[in-house]
């Protein structure tokens, strides 16, 4: 049996129905870090309430936690701003702040009280953040990274007249040098000008020191108070409402044969979809326009991003074909996931680290000296599927994984597809010509031969729009006896019957228990055995399926 998805019900605010949280007062501030620390691989937020030091006015707010910290002389928690809460609000939050306790001077809050939410998956963002005393640790982290396009944040004073100074741009550079008391970090900023007039202008950041002034132009030196970096700038996102969004998507060849035509849908962050339908219907084609591999019509957007920006697109999903054979088979898996995630500009540390955590989370680290050749043929998809992940994808797409394996290891695939969903929160999108997959999805796409998408909407409500909101008469017969499908057709009162085996369904508006007597009479009037009657028995995906591509039941698109 495939293991059935987590619950994803949402609430009105689309957060998670069900996260771990916990309360505590300004005076707890100690207690709220040690609840952070021993959560501190997982994806943490924080409702707020307190005072804004700088204007002494009240502010509530929700954020993601960045960094906590807790020294003899220094407790407090940095939070990424996700959302102002203020009723009225006096003027704009700073989108990172540090919050201590009732009492401190030393941050920008200090809180009155402080609910702190685990997502309950694991902490996949890069960004990071440092106090301006631990701008040696920043540069010290910096010099591990590669990319040519690192953005920073720095709060802190001028240099000229320690007047309150934000600056945002690109690093292009960092070092370290010795200083009266402690070693000196220091970072160059270049910032553009405002709306394109002017020259860009290079600042540089420096830890506050207290014997010496800045040794560089005071009117472009930043004394720092915090610092937020974020590693990878050019995977940065607009904002978006749906993590995959397509309208009216069209494809077409030379001869101007239509391979799809206006397809829309849309999923949401975290959400699962299953594409189920004929070969030819279109279910490759719409992944492929999906990831920009094919020119299209239409709109269709992966985490807010044009998917005809392949440059752009191609760093917030991750693909898995079909076919294995473009995995590097000498290759060990380790191997495998550092060749394919360099494309990305990933530093060969960081595809070292995320790939044994991604083969210790799939199972086989212990294969990790084995070439690729050598595993099985379940242990090779989700290799492919670790080479997908590598480089933190917002969506991963996948054309048939379970395709040729036997049951047990499609189970076993499922397993890990809803492990992934859950705590790593990546969006998934599954081509599959097993139906009954898509049961375990949040969202079910259906195509057919020559008419595109023809339903879509969760596995519950399209099971709905059938008869009887998806409820039938079951029948389980002694033995399989050809007779009986087309008895039960004769029955007055049945839309139609679907049969598997000795089980058949009969599908009606009318009440069940009554369609069940007269079903029940008609097979014993033909002597055909019956072994188990269910005058309410569920219908599944498999049912809705055979249903729709026999043109039994009209398709809906869920909006």
């Known amino acids: 049996m495939i293991p059935e998805k987590g619950i994803q019900d949402t609430m009105e605010d689309e957060r998670p129905a069900f996260i771990e949280e916990a309360y505590f007062s300004g005076a707890r501030i100690s207690e709220a870090i040690d609840w952070c620390i021993a959560r501190q691989d997982r994806e943490l937020h924080c409702e707020v309430e307190g005072i804004l030091n700088a204007t002494g006015k009240e502010v509530r707010f929700r954020g993601r936690v960045l960094k906590v910290k807790k020294g003899m002389l220094s407790k407090s928690i940095a939070l ?149 970096i974020m590693p990878y700038a050019w995977k940065a996102a607009p904002e978006y409402r749906d993590v995959v969004a397509t309208r009216n998507l069209t494809v077409k060849i030379k001869s101007g044969k239509k391979l799809i035509e206006n397809v829309s849908f849309s999923l949401k962050e975290g959400e699962m979809l299953a594409i189920i339908g004929e070969s030819g219907a279109g279910k490759s084609t719409t992944v492929k326009a999906l990831i920009g591999d094919i020119p299209s019509t239409g709109v269709c957007r992966i985490a807010g991003i044009d998917s005809r920006e392949t440059q752009k697109v191609r760093h917030f999903f991750g693909y898995c074909p079909q076919d294995l054979s473009y995995m590097y088979d000498t290759f060990t898996p380790l191997e495998n996931i550092i060749a394919f995630g360099k494309q990305y500009d990933i530093p060969e540390w960081q595809l070292i680290q995320r790939g044994k955590t991604l083969l210790r989370d799939f199972g086989i680290l212990e294969k990790g000296n084995a070439s690729s050749k050598e595993l099985s043929g379940g242990q090779q998809r989700r290799v492919s599927i670790a080479i997908a992940l590598a480089h933190n994808p917002r969506v991963l797409l996948m054309d048939e994984p379970t395709s040729g394996l036997d049951p047990d290891n499609r189970s076993e695939l499922w397993r890990y597809l809803n492990y992934i969903n859950q705590e790593y929160g990546t969006s998934i999108v599954v081509i599959t010509h097993y139906p009954v997959e898509a049961e375990f999805c949040d969202k079910v796409a259906v195509f057919l031969r020559g008419k595109s998408l023809v339903a879509y ?95 039994l039941i009209q398709g809906t698109i869920e909006k």
Not at 83 to 90: F, G, N, S
Not at 96 to 109: A, E, H, K, P, Y
Not at 164 to 173: A, E, N, R, S
Not at 183 to 212: C, D, F, M, N, T
């Open 80 to 228: 990424f701003v996700e959302e102002d809460l203020r009723r009225r609000k006096a003027g704009e939050l700073e989108k990172v702040l540090t919050v201590g306790g009732d009492r401190t001077s030393q941050q920008d809050i200090s809180i009155n009280q402080i609910t702190v939410q685990n997502y309950l998956k694991r902490n996949m963002a890069d960004d990071l953040f440092y106090d301006g005393r631990d701008l040696q640790q920043a540069v010290k982290d910096l010099e591990k990274m590669k990319s040519q396009d690192i953005a920073c944040t720095v709060w802190g004073k001028r240099g000229s007249d320690k007047l309150p100074i934000m600056i945002h741009g690109t690093v292009i550079g960092s070092s370290t040098a010795p200083a009266p008391i402690l070693p000196e970090g220091s970072l160059e900023i270049r910032v553009e000008p405002e709306e394109g007039v002017g020259e860009p202008k290079i600042y540089h950041v420096a830890q506050p020191q207290l014997l010496v002034g800045p040794r560089y132009n005071p009117n472009l030196t930043v004394l720092a108070n915090k610092v937020y």
């Open 457 to 551: 909407g969760s596995p519950a409500r399209l099971k709905e729009s059938m008869p009887s909101r998806g409820f039938a008469v079951g029948i389980v017969l002694h033995e399989v006896d050809p007779r009986a499908l087309k008895t039960l057709e004769a029955v007055e009162g049945a839309k139609f019957v679907l049969q598997r085996g000795e089980l058949l369904k009969i599908f009606t508006d009318e009440p069940l228990e009554i369609i069940a007597e007269r079903a029940v009479t008609a097979l014993k009037e033909k002597g055909i055995g019956v072994k188990i009657v269910k005058t309410k028995s569920l219908g599944d995906m498999v049912d809705y399926y055979i249903a729709i591509t026999r043109g």
